[in-house]
């Protein structure tokens, strides 16, 4: 089997070299892009009438002037975020 020019084939192994044209310290940022662009599909969706806003407390110990005290919640301190959301079919519609 040649693959390539032949001068490759006698220094690499076709099954053990390869090359790889990412960072390491951007790999989990590529991959959540990639991911994401899957869900976040907004030109082919459309959202129903009916729309939903939620509050989520992400808890942390960090100090942030983003962080609030709750103390209803389980958490009781961290990060509030609000998800907007289609009530029928539960798709998040902001990012």
Not at 50 to 76: H, M, N, W
Not at 79 to 85: G, H, K, L, M
């Amino acid at each position: 089997m040649n693959n390539g020019r032949p001068m490759f084939c006698f220094v690499m192994s076709e099954t053990r070299c390869f090359y790889r044209f990412d960072d390491l310290d951007t790999r989990a940022a590529q991959f959540l892009d990639n991911v994401s662009s899957k869900f976040y599909a907004k030109n082919l969706y459309k959202a129903s009438a009916i729309l939903t806003v939620d509050e989520q407390l992400v808890s942390t110990s960090e100090k942030s002037r983003f962080r609030q005290y709750i103390p209803c919640k389980a958490g009781k301190c961290g990060i509030s975020i609000f998800w907007c959301c289609d009530a029928q079919t539960s798709y998040l519609l902001a990012k």
